[in-house]
């Protein structure tokens, strides 16, 4: 059950890194109304009725400057919970230094406390030259990356950016992100519009469908789902993993300082 816990938490950052390849340009700006500092959004992660662990998506208030780049200060913390925390105590960090002006990467960073597992690193992303630099405890290593690679949180970012009238329904996206020392290639569905019931109320979202491979954990192919906001935010509402025996889901907490209020009715 943990072992499943751990991998959809890993599966719930990844998914939302998925939309839109462009060509690196020194230059280039995207527009973006969607995010600014001071943003935070929680999430209670549940088996069933059981609470399983809580997340927290947090940019900070004030800007960073990385690689001589202004940045977004962006932190995802994850915990588990009750029982959870009792059989497995997991307490994640993981941050990642966001471009203002081009949406890509030039920092990110992870400290990982999973019982007596830890681990720390630290990614510095060169796009110029397409090459991400991993150190972990006194080892660095350079990796050679695609254009315009995404660390899991820097994607999830860009793609609140991407506007979805340019996207049809059906249509599957593939984008490198790198992570743990690997370039993968991650593939989303754009399923299309609807409208979903939370603790709030109802709302107008996008619906997005990660194509997992087949394992022996998830059920099938398109065994993951997320509901996204259907607004300027375009930030995750409600996330469904199922797996081979029940199914985890992720639901949003509370929000603070998004650029628009969320329109429940």
Not at 164 to 174: A, H, K, L, Q, W
Request: aromatic share 12%; glycine share 4%; with cysteine.
């Amino acid at each position: 059950m943990m072992k499943r816990l751990k991998i959809t938490v890993f599966v719930v950052l990844c998914l939302v890194t998925i939309l839109a390849f462009r060509q690196y340009e020194p230059n280039r700006v995207i527009v973006n109304k969607s995010f600014s500092f001071g943003e935070r959004v929680e999430y209670r992660v549940h088996y069933g009725f059981i609470n399983a662990a809580e997340a927290r998506v947090e940019i900070a208030k004030n800007i960073s400057v990385v690689n001589n780049k202004p940045c977004f200060k962006i932190n995802v913390t994850g915990r588990t919970t009750g029982a959870f925390d009792l059989i497995s105590r997991v307490r994640d960090n993981w941050r990642s230094y966001v471009d203002t002006v081009a949406i890509v990467p030039q920092m990110f960073y992870r400290s990982i406390q999973e019982n007596k597992y830890r681990k720390e690193e630290t990614v510095v992303f060169n796009h110029d030259k397409d090459q991400a630099t991993s150190t972990v405890k006194e080892e660095t290593k350079t990796y050679k990356t695609p254009n315009n690679i995404h660390d899991i949180i820097s994607g999830y970012f860009y793609l609140r950016t991407i506007n979805f009238e340019r996207v049809t329904e059906g249509e599957v996206i593939e984008v490198p992100t790198f992570f743990d020392g690997e370039v993968y290639k991650l593939r989303i569905r754009y399923v299309g519009r609807d409208v979903i019931k939370t603790k709030f109320g109802k709302i107008k979202v996008l619906r997005l469908n990660p194509l997992i491979p087949d394992n022996k954990l998830f059920k099938g192919e398109g065994a993951v789902k997320l509901w996204v906001s259907d607004d300027i935010n375009r930030i995750p509402l409600k996330a469904e993993v199922e797996l081979a025996i029940g199914s985890l889901e992720m639901d949003i907490k509370s929000v603070k300082n998004l650029q628009k209020e969320l329109a429940w009715y």
